[in-house]
Nanobody, 128 residues
Framework: QVQLVETGGGLVQAGGSLRLSCAASGRTTGSYSMGWFRRAPGKELQFVAAISSTAHTTYYADAVKGRYTISRDNAENMVFLQMNSLKPEDTAVYLC?????????????????????WGQGTQVTVSS
């Protein structure tokens, strides 16, 4: 079992930056692949970014590529999402998710159903 807690959300002006953190507890997350998703008002859950257990591979949604960076610190059981050049359309609840490392991650990283463990989310609001 893995417990995830996101922090770092808040209100920021367009063009600003935020850094989200996801603290994992329970079983060591060094063998878990991690993802960030977001849910905007009235919209479905959307993939944002994912990182393999070793951090050797990262994936990004086209909407955030070049602006967001996912990283992890396995020694501290932490995953981060650095968000730069934020836009009003980035406003959403951002959720951290975890799944046990598996070879199919390269084709399932963007699927919410592939992640059994989820945090409660942190609100990010970008004003124009």
């Amino acid at each position: 079992q893995v417990q995830l807690v996101e922090t770092g959300g808040g209100l920021v002006q367009a063009g600003g930056s935020l850094r989200l953190s996801c603290a994992a507890s329970g079983r060591t997350t060094g063998s878990y692949s991690m993802g960030w998703f977001r849910r905007a008002p009235g919209k479905e859950l959307q993939f944002v970014a994912a990182i393999s257990s070793t951090a050797h591979t990262t994936y990004y949604a086209d909407a955030v590529k070049g602006r967001y960076t996912i990283s992890r610190d396995n020694a501290e059981n932490m995953v981060f999402l650095q968000m730069n050049s934020l836009k009003p359309e980035d406003t959403a609840v951002y959720l951290c998710a975890a799944r046990a490392s598996h070879p199919d991650f390269r084709v399932t990283y963007y699927k919410p159903g592939a992640y059994p463990y989820w945090g409660q989310g942190t609100q990010v609001t970008v004003s124009s």
